[in-house]
């Protein structure tokens, strides 16, 4: 945890990109620091990782990030990871994905993955709602609250992303929020040292629309109700769903040990003899 | 990176020096706002426990009192727009 207020400049991509397009006091922008962080505690080369979003406010961290990245089509970016990383299965792929973009257009994408247990880190940026297309509901919008596309009020029931990628068969869920950026950068930590599926879910705010139509105030207001609404995982447990009810649990949720898909890839090649003959040099296959 | 991680020395102090050695030398100036990145958000002024910044009238974070900063790292950590440096961490 001792690593400097500068080291994410190391990371940054063409400072003429800044300050960036997000609205003042957007928690993607503490995400970013926080995995940024993340990746200079474990000393990990940008020419190592390939960084991979689909489309949202959520999906723009990559144009900041001086990784190898893709900025795909909205709710691909776990799709686009998955080929990334069984060609290049020494990158460590990490996958941006807002609550939109991974759990309704990408839901799909998200299980599969989960269920193949392919090593790739996901960030899941939730705040509830879809912020660039002006705020309409989304898989996590809690029942009751309010988007532009639910003026009286959400009739459906959100997504528990644990849930989903736990009983899809992912390796690694543990989540967190903005405010606490501390937590937050361990837990990446230990999702990008998982071997297999793993997702961090960062509670993110999104004042300027879930926070305008829910009337849950500024920034700063939505990040401290992260504070008092945050409760351990180790605490929940003494808990009653009751005393759980408008609460979120954070840390650790989920972890197995499952075989990881893209180590069992590789391992077929080799059994089948696929890599006998000497590989084609890349500039032959380029020319075809 | 090695130079940011480093630990100022607490030295076992002489009898009846113990409290004016082990405070550090204060630093005038612990933390650096880039303006130009800065979109006087509020939160690093908010989140501050020592109350280190004031708002100028544009909302604008300004290091008021510097000597009250503990390097706690709140305020760097929870700027969403890498707009602020500390200059001991
Ligand atoms: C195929 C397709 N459908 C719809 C859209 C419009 N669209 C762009 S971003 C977005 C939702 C973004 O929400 P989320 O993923 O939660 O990210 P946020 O902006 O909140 O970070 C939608 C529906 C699109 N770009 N492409
Ligand atoms: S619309 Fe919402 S999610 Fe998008 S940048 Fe603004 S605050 Fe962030
Ligand atoms: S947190 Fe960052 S962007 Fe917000 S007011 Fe402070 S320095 Fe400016
Ligand atoms: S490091 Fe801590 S005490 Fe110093 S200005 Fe930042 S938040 Fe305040």
Redesign the pocket.
């Known amino acids: 945890m001792a690593v400097a207020s500068t080291v994410v400049y190391e990371y940054l991509r063409g400072k003429k990109k800044f300050p960036h397009v997000w609205c003042p006091g957007c928690g993607?922008g503490i995400i970013m620091g926080a995995l940024l962080r993340a990746m200079a505690d474990l000393e990990i080369k940008k020419g190592d990782v390939a960084m991979i979003s689909g489309?949202?406010?959520?999906?723009r961290m990559p144009v900041y990030c001086d990784f190898h990245t893709l900025h795909t089509?909205?709710?691909r970016a776990i799709a686009f990871a998955t080929g990334i990383k069984l060609s290049k299965p020494d990158l460590k792929v990490v996958a941006i994905v807002?609550?939109?973009?991974?759990l309704a257009?990408g839901g799909n994408h998200f299980i599969h993955a989960a269920r193949r247990n392919i090593d790739i880190t996901t960030i899941l940026?939730n705040?509830k709602?879809?912020?660039?297309?002006g705020g309409q509901y989304?898989p996590t919008t809690p029942t009751g609250k309010f988007a532009t596309t639910a003026p009286y009020g959400n009739l459906e029931h959100p997504f528990d992303a644990y849930l989903l990628a736990k009983g899809a068969g992912a390796n690694f869920f543990a989540r967190s929020s903005v405010y606490h950026a501390t937590q937050l950068q361990v837990l990446i930590k230990k999702a990008l040292l998982k071997k297999g599926f793993s997702v961090v879910e960062a509670m993110s705010n999104?004042h300027t629309l879930y926070g305008r139509l829910n009337k849950e105030g500024s920034a700063v207001q939505m990040i401290n109700w992260f504070k008092d609404h945050a409760v351990n995982v180790n605490i929940a447990k003494k808990k009653t769903p009751e005393e759980l009810e408008d609460k979120f649990i954070t840390g650790v949720l989920w972890e197995d040990n499952r075989p990881e898909y893209s180590e069992q890839y590789e391992a077929l090649i080799d059994r089948l003899g696929g890599r006998k003959k000497e590989e084609k040099p890349e500039a032959e296959v380029v020319k075809q | 990176m090695a130079e940011e991680n480093q630990i100022q020395k607490v030295e076992p102090a002489e009898d009846g020096e113990e409290k004016a050695k082990k405070e550090k030398p204060k630093n005038p100036n612990p933390i650096v706002i880039f303006r130009r990145w800065c979109k006087a958000c509020g939160i690093c002024i908010n989140l501050c426990p020592k109350d280190v910044f004031d708002a100028d009238e544009d909302g604008y974070p300004v290091v008021a009192r510097p000597f009250e900063c503990t390097q706690c790292s709140i305020c760097w950590l929870h700027c969403p727009d890498f707009a602020i440096k500390s200059t001991e961490k």
Request: proline share 0%.
């Open positions: 993607i489309i949202g406010c959520t999906g089509t909205h709710g807002g609550d939109g973009d991974g257009i940026v705040n709602i879809y912020g660039m297309t989304s999104c």
